[in-house]
């Protein structure tokens, strides 16, 4: 079987591919753009979207789970004990830690979220902000009072669905007591 006669047995050849394929990019070439200008116009973000991850540093209690549960390491916390004093008379003093430093070096993250899902006291957030880019990569270690500017960015949850059905811990609650057996 000769070159030609295997495109003729295929159904095309070469002018219809060239015609197809002209085709195909006279469409493109009618059609609006729709390059992103970004630096110019700002991208409209869907809601809860990832940007940089904000804290609350008066809710971060120095318990050191998102570090310990961070797979780069990225997550660096110092913190101290201090004396409680009793809240009632003879009660006995109490240690509690108080954070010193939090940092993130955001050149090692990779944005997935395990440091926010297991921080028990929502000291952690996603802010929708992503414009931090730096000229140097020893820029990109954000402190704790840095990562707290972009708390005020964090958008509130989504309002509970009313039709959801309560939580197992709340129905567990509400369910009577039964009574013991005599």
């Not at 006669?5 to 095309?12: A, I, L, N, Q, V």
């Not at 200008?37 to 120095?62: H, K, Q």
């Not at 789970?65 to 913190?79: F, G, K, Q, T």
């Not at 020893?138 to 509970?160: F, M, S, T, Y």
Request: proline content about 9%; some cysteine; charged content about 25%.
């Amino acid at each position: 079987m000769t070159r030609h006669e295997h495109m003729d047995s295929r159904g095309g050849g070469f002018v219809p591919g060239l015609v197809s394929g002209m085709a195909a990019t006279a469409k493109q070439l009618v059609r609006p753009p729709h390059t992103a200008e970004y630096p110019d116009v700002a991208p409209e973000l869907p809601a809860r979207s990832r940007g940089v991850i904000a804290l609350i540093d008066n809710n971060c209690t120095s318990c050191m789970l998102c570090a310990r549960e961070c797979p780069d390491w990225c997550i660096y916390i110092e913190s101290h004990k201090e004396e409680v004093p009793p809240t009632t008379e003879g009660g006995r003093t109490r240690q509690r830690n108080v954070l010193d430093n939090f940092s993130i070096d955001f050149s090692l993250c990779m944005y997935c979220g395990i440091c926010v899902e297991v921080c028990p006291f929502d000291a952690l957030f996603w802010s929708p902000q992503f414009e931090y880019a730096e000229t140097d990569i020893r820029d990109l270690l954000h402190e704790k009072d840095r990562l707290g500017q972009w708390v005020e960015e964090v958008p509130a949850p989504p309002e509970l669905d009313p039709a959801a059905a309560d939580a197992p811990e709340v129905t567990a609650a509400n369910r009577p007591t039964r009574r013991g057996r005599t």
